[in-house]
């Protein structure tokens, strides 16, 4: 799905540093999202956003922190103050619809080193 | 609260063999439930969702609200459906657009 794009894709971070990663879609969706991909855990909802300038913690927000003040884009900090941040990070995003469903990036994955 | 459930971490069949991936979930609403599939060093993508009601490469999953299953199913597997499968539940006219998903049931079809 060329739409949504995520850069970069390997990061590598030294533990107490702040990265942030990228996350762009041109699908012209209100509704954007990112998620947390470990082994044997799913996905799970780090932040989202319904419109542009207003979002949302979703169920594991500790220790990242997002903005959205415009329309395409939705970077994602990954802060010193997350204590496992090594992870693969997918970034999402769907229209309003009501079934729409959700168009995933390729990822980041994020090693601290 | 809501939840979703695929108690499978791997589920390993032969080619022509029939195919399901379980899926459960727990919401007090009307959900709506997806399948997505990850193919390897592929992005996740939308396989199935139970409002269109259509069949993707062969395999379809009903809604049954009464055992609060989403179960995936193929009849005849090919090697190319091998993949990791996440089930992935929202709420139907809420608020809330996110997804919630499963841990996935990785799927490997051998020849």
């Known amino acids: 799905d060329g739409g949504i794009t995520q850069s970069p894709k390997y990061l590598f971070r030294k533990e107490g540093q702040n990265v942030t990663l990228s996350c762009e879609q041109n699908?012209?969706?209100?509704?954007m999202y990112w998620y947390r991909q470990d082994p044997g855990q799913g996905l799970r909802l780090i932040y989202y956003s319904q419109i542009v300038n207003d979002f949302q913690k979703g169920d594991i927000a500790e220790g990242y922190s997002v903005s959205r003040e415009k329309k395409e884009s939705f970077p994602l900090t990954v802060t010193s103050a997350q204590k496992n941040p090594t992870a693969f990070y997918l970034c999402?995003?769907?229209?309003?619809?009501?079934?729409?469903?959700?168009?995933f990036g390729p990822g980041t994955r994020l090693t601290v080193l | 609260a809501q939840r979703v459930t695929q108690p499978e971490k791997l589920l390993s069949v032969f080619k022509g063999a029939p195919v399901e991936l379980k899926c459960n979930y727990s919401y007090s609403g009307s959900p709506e439930l997806f399948w997505y599939v990850q193919y390897s060093r592929q992005r996740l993508q939308l396989l199935l969702r139970?409002?269109s009601r259509e069949s993707i490469k062969g395999f379809t999953a009903d809604l049954n609200k009464g055992e609060t299953s989403f179960h995936l199913k193929k009849p005849f597997a090919q090697e190319e459906d091998s993949a990791m499968y996440y089930c992935a539940l929202r709420g139907l006219g809420t608020g809330r657009r996110a997804l919630t998903f499963g841990s996935g049931t990785r799927l490997q079809v051998q020849p």
């Open positions: 699908l012209n969706h209100d509704a």
């Open positions: 999402a995003s769907n229209d309003r619809e009501p079934g729409g469903p959700q168009h």
């Open positions: 139970h409002i």
